[in-house]
């Protein structure tokens, strides 16, 4: 609907105020902010994209995607039948049969989501860029995290980027399709708002805020206008869409804010890993830390909350 893409008006202080009243007014303690902290494991796509990966590094991380937080301190908030565990693990698609096979032997069914299409940059040949996503696909991945070309967004080729996703969307066949933005990449807030409906209108199960890579990642003000968007959507279309910030979310405390905006602008809805995901490599750490914090009172030592 190209008309509803040139009808896209953005008022920018207006964003600007809300995402400062969402940073400074909200907060949960005790046992709330325990809880909150939970749902937020829940809801992270615990990621390595590096290029030291390795089998053992990945066989790691799977291992603390099925165990998030350590066995006494959910036995101490009495979750420990819950099946806490994060919302998905992400990697390189040379690293998907690594990931499939790690969580196979631990006995655990968490998606599997493998970055593709030229990732970060989206730079690569259409016809590499849909051979990636079908080779992530064959090898196990059940969520596709593609990124788009920013170009097209920046020139205003908007029937072209709808193309392009829509073919994305062919070649991820059954598995979930998340479409990276690249946010700090797009220029303005209205081009934001843009990208985000077409990435909808071709079909996204999710759209993403950055690759991770970007100097600017996830934004409060970006986020505004993209749940927005995704709530646009959905009034009109009745189509639900998920939402994934990623990139820069480091503390337990950015996690909360996440949340509280997710849950005022979208609702309890989207309060679910089938709707918001977290894209994040070392926020986890923080989350143990501080529910280490809630149960002994204490802050833990760097050894006694280990990777694996």
């Not at 615990?46 to 006494?72: M, Q, W, Y």
């Not at 989207?270 to 529910?291: C, N, V």
Request: charge should be positive.
């Amino acid at each position: 609907d190209l008309g509803w893409i040139s009808r896209v008006r953005v008022n920018h202080p207006a964003i600007l105020r809300r995402a400062e009243q969402i940073q400074t007014r909200r907060t949960v303690k005790k046992d709330w902010q325990a809880a909150w902290l939970l749902k937020a494991v829940t809801c992270i796509d615990l990621t390595t994209l590096s290029g030291d990966d390795t089998p053992s590094n990945i066989h790691r991380l799977c291992f603390k995607a099925k165990h998030p937080v350590r066995e006494d301190l959910l036995q101490s908030v009495k979750m420990e039948n819950f099946g806490v565990h994060t919302g998905a693990v992400c990697v390189y698609p040379a690293r998907v049969q690594d990931t499939v096979k790690a969580l196979k032997d631990a006995g655990c069914d968490i998606p599997v989501a493998s970055v593709a299409t030229g990732f970060p940059a989206g730079q690569t040949p259409l016809k590499t860029r849909l051979e990636e996503v079908r080779t992530a696909v064959d090898d196990g991945a059940s969520e596709i995290d593609i990124v788009i070309n920013r170009t097209l967004v920046l020139t205003g080729r908007w029937k072209e980027l709808y193309e392009e996703i829509r073919l994305f969307r062919e070649a991820c066949g059954e598995a979930h399709m998340k479409t990276i933005l690249g946010t700090g990449e797009l220029g303005s807030l209205a081009n934001v708002y843009k990208a985000s409906l077409i990435a909808m209108m071709a079909g996204s199960d999710f759209i993403k805020t950055s690759t991770g890579k970007e100097s600017v990642n996830a934004t409060y003000p970006v986020a505004l206008v993209m749940v927005r968007a995704i709530r646009d959507y959905y009034w009109k279309t009745g189509i639900k869409v998920g939402f994934k910030p990623a990139g820069g979310i480091r503390s337990a405390k950015e996690s909360l804010v996440w949340l509280s905006l997710i849950k005022e602008e979208l609702g309890d809805d989207w309060l679910m890993p089938e709707l918001f995901r977290i894209g994040a490599s070392t926020l986890l750490g923080d989350i143990e830390r501080q529910i280490y914090h809630h149960v002994t009172g204490r802050y833990a030592a760097h050894h006694d909350l280990p990777m694996a």
